[in-house]
């Protein structure tokens, strides 16, 4: 006898199932006349045999029913197998750990030990890291020429001007005789406010990337200021248009504040009408307790990713977290992780040369495993193996979602944060996979679709 598969899901759709197999991204609509799923036992009934065989046959073919259990562990073990051992793409450079900003929210916050301290990566050990790198990437030949990402960070990196530039000259040579692939990608990550004008000649010159952190409207922006609570707002609009007058390429990274949500609307047309953006990438708060945030955050966040994609797609702006979701939903096959960090796949490089795994514990330490003068192999590093495998394919309670194909494992610094482990579900990325989920599913937010089963 056919069992349901633990990966069918059904969504209700006004008078309509749709059963969603949360690996293989099938989808089938059946008519909830002709079927009646029991939330608890996951189990269905088919009501009407003059369409039993049709559905049947139906669901086998898109595997929502399956011969045995077994059948269904085959499948999972058969995209576990995909995940690899860690080989670094990504770099993150921490070109000082001091800012010019107090951004009230700022995730860097949540690691500051009581005796810290201001420090400034010099240009040299920017090369011995540099170096390092291009050892760690030469170890698979094979990956040499896929793209790499260097990127620099801080605190505010252009508090170290004389480094960033001579680094990225130094970039530009390892380029130009084959030590790094040609198409390595440059972003200095950056709030803008320190930016003159041959800044800005030298990153349009060189064909950098700018990520601006930017909230949305004045209102939004509130959160950032600095040391002596002025805001930034007009200063930091500046400096973004003189970038796009210079023909920078720009990213805008948005941290969706409770004051970014309160001012949804005003913020989008903001972005659309005033700055003109032509990429822009949503954040959700840390779960760390820096900034209050209201019971209902997790939800209203999602709702607005959604929403704004919609306005935002219309207008030939790109959204890069709705749009990996986008991307794993066309292309059928899952999301083993959704950042870098997962899967072993990048350093983060202290200004004293200590390498971490990921750039959200600069202050402290933590997950920071080895230095820029050792012989360092990730895929035989504790820590660097564990993230390998922090997969929602490799977490039980994952594996019961809908979302498990769509997901990607959300942020391992927010789960742990909440759990005192990796190996939980990032619930706040939960709601909004969830979320987008239904959305892709229902082509459009209506009140009378919402998931049937029990599973979430």
């Known amino acids: 006898m056919a069992l349901l598969s633990q990966f069918c899901h059904p969504f209700i759709k006004g008078e309509n199932l749709i059963l969603f197999h949360s690996l293989l991204f099938n989808q089938l609509t059946i008519s909830s006349k002709d079927i009646i799923f029991s939330e608890k036992e996951g189990t269905f009934q088919i009501t009407n ?48 750990n001091d800012c010019n900003l107090a951004c009230k929210y700022c ?14 990566m010099s240009l040299s050990i920017f090369g011995r890291g540099l170096e390092f790198f291009i050892r760690l990437i030469n170890r698979d030949p094979k990956k040499f020429a896929q793209k790499k990402t260097l990127i620099f960070y801080g605190g505010e990196p252009l508090q170290n001007k004389k480094v960033l530039f001579g680094a990225i000259n130094k970039i530009n040579e390892f380029k130009q005789n084959g030590l790094l692939p040609a198409n390595t990608h440059v972003i ?79 913020s989008l047309d903001f972005f659309i009408r005033e700055l003109k953006i032509s990429n822009i990438g949503f954040n959700a708060i840390l779960d760390n307790g820096i900034i209050e945030i209201p019971d209902n955050y997790d939800q209203v966040a999602a709702d607005f990713i959604v ?41 983060a490089i202290a200004p004293g040369g200590e390498v971490g795994i990921c ?13 820029i003068s050792e012989d360092f192999v990730p895929e035989e590093n504790p820590v660097f193996l564990e993230w390998m495998n ?5 977490i039980k309670k ?26 939980e579900p990032d619930v706040r990325f939960c709601t909004q996979t969830l979320t987008i989920l239904k959305f892709l599913l229902s082509n459009s937010p209506s009140k009378d679709f919402f998931l049937l089963s029990g599973n979430q």
């Not at 790109?318 to 899967?343: H, W, Y």
């Not at 750039?359 to 230095?371: C, L, S």
């Open 49 to 96: 045999p003059k369409n039993a065989d049709a559905i049947l046959q139906e669901m086998s073919q898109k595997k929502m029913l399956i011969e045995s259990p077994e059948q269904d562990q085959v499948l999972l073990d058969s995209f576990i197998i995909q995940i690899e051992k860690p080989y670094i793409s990504t770099a993150y450079f921490f070109l000082t």
């Open 107 to 120: 995730f860097e916050k949540q690691s500051v030990p009581d005796l810290f301290r201001k420090e400034i």
């Open 188 to 266: 200095v990550v950056t709030n803008g406010t320190l930016l003159k004008k041959d800044d800005i000649e030298f990153f349009a010159k060189n064909n950098i990337t700018l990520t601006f952190s930017i909230d949305g409207n004045r209102a939004a922006c509130s959160n950032r200021v600095f040391p002596t609570g002025q805001e930034i707002f007009d200063l930091l609009t500046e400096k973004y248009s003189l970038c796009k007058q210079a023909g920078i390429n720009i990213n805008v990274a948005c941290t969706l504040t409770p004051q970014t949500l309160e001012n949804s609307e005003s």
């Open 307 to 347: 929403k704004a994609w919609k306005k935002l797609s219309k207008n030939n702006i790109t959204e890069s977290r709705m749009g990996r979701r986008l991307q794993v939903f066309n292309r059928k096959k899952p999301c083993i992780f959704d950042c870098n960090a997962q899967g072993g796949r990048q350093i």
């Open 359 to 371: 750039h959200e514990h600069i202050a402290d330490r933590k997950h920071f495993v080895t230095n």
């Open 390 to 394: 922090r997969s929602p394919l490799n």
């Open 398 to 423: 994952c594996q019961a979602c809908p979302a498990l194909g769509l997901c990607g494992g959300g942020c391992v610094i927010n789960t742990e944060n909440t759990h005192q482990t990796i190996w």
